[in-house]
């Protein structure tokens, strides 16, 4: 399978999210245990209304889509996979109208655990919004 | 605290506070979140919808969906039990019409979602217990359930900072 075919799956499997496909979650990159994603700042998304600044919880649903993307196209292709926990720690806000973009990796798979880094950038690729750690499920 | 201060009155203040810290958020609205008040207890609600679903096959509801349910209820948990006693006494009464009268938020810090079972395509409930509240962070811990109250969906812990007067 060429790298764009896994790309055209990847964008299948985000569409066939519901919660992904109503956030505007668009796959970039995904391969070999990473996955990068990212979506667009909206109104309706909007956290704090004095700042324009976008929800934690949304930061939390793409983070979350992107980790369970990576472990998908692990190596060892698992056949689903589920969230057991996920921290995230915020960092700074999302600059206002600023897509975002999270970057996923798995660096640790064993037979029924996955174990996830992830980080959210905004438009400054420097110094990200958020960083989470997780692990997942991985069923065989 | 006057005894003798008319019902309606009381409910009417404690209602629209919380009507406008809630209609504030227009992610709240999008999600669909509401909150049900008893006294001064607060249970959040997320009615079910398709969009929230993050696995069509089983289905089951998004995972990111939960942790900001839990993340949002914690938010209007510390937000309100932080201005319930200006609100009580009088001394601020927010107005959804009015921006600068709604009390600033929290800033989530860190937050830690412990999945526990898999989100049913139903309604989800959740309550948000603030364990220790300082002038400057905030720890909170949050459970949602869905049909039984003893069998929790997910627990999470966050800490917060608090809005500087």
């Known amino acids: ?140 | 605290m006057d005894r003798n201060e008319p019902l309606h009155q009381i409910k009417t203040r404690r209602d629209s506070a919380l009507n406008a810290l809630v209609s504030g958020v227009p992610y709240l609205t999008w999600l669909g979140v509401r909150f049900d008040r008893r006294g001064d207890e607060l249970t959040a609600i997320l009615p079910y919808a398709d969009k929230l679903i993050g696995n069509p096959r089983l289905p089951a509801i998004h995972g990111g969906v939960t942790a900001a349910f839990l993340e949002t209820t914690a938010i209007i948990e510390l937000a309100w039990s932080a201005m319930w006693e200006d609100l009580e006494s009088g001394r601020i009464a927010p107005d959804a019409a009015v921006p600068d009268s709604l009390p600033r938020l929290p800033k989530t810090i860190d937050f830690t979602v412990d999945y526990l079972r898999s989100g049913l395509p139903r309604d989800a409930y959740a309550r948000a217990r603030v364990v220790r509240s300082g002038r400057r962070y905030a720890s909170v811990h949050v459970e949602a359930w869905q049909d039984n109250r003893s069998r929790l969906m997910a627990q999470a812990t966050g800490h917060f900072l608090m809005p500087q007067p």
């Open chain 1, 1 to 140: 399978m060429t790298d764009d075919d896994q790309a055209r799956i990847a964008q299948q499997f985000i569409e066939a999210i519901p919660h992904a496909r109503a956030l505007g979650m668009r796959v970039e990159e995904i391969g070999s245990g990473r996955a990068i994603i990212s979506m667009p700042w909206a109104e309706h998304l909007v956290g704090d209304p004095r700042t324009g600044v976008i929800h934690g919880g949304v930061v939390s649903a793409l983070m979350d889509t992107c980790c369970g993307a990576a472990v998908m196209v692990h190596p060892s292709n698992p056949r689903s996979t589920a969230t057991i926990d996920l921290r995230i720690d915020y960092m700074r806000a999302a600059t206002p109208g600023q897509r975002i973009t999270a970057r996923a990796e798995c660096y640790h798979m064993t037979r029924s655990v996955a174990f996830l880094r992830a980080v959210a950038l905004d438009e400054d690729g420097e110094n990200p919004v958020a960083s989470a750690t997780g692990a997942f499920t991985a069923e065989r």
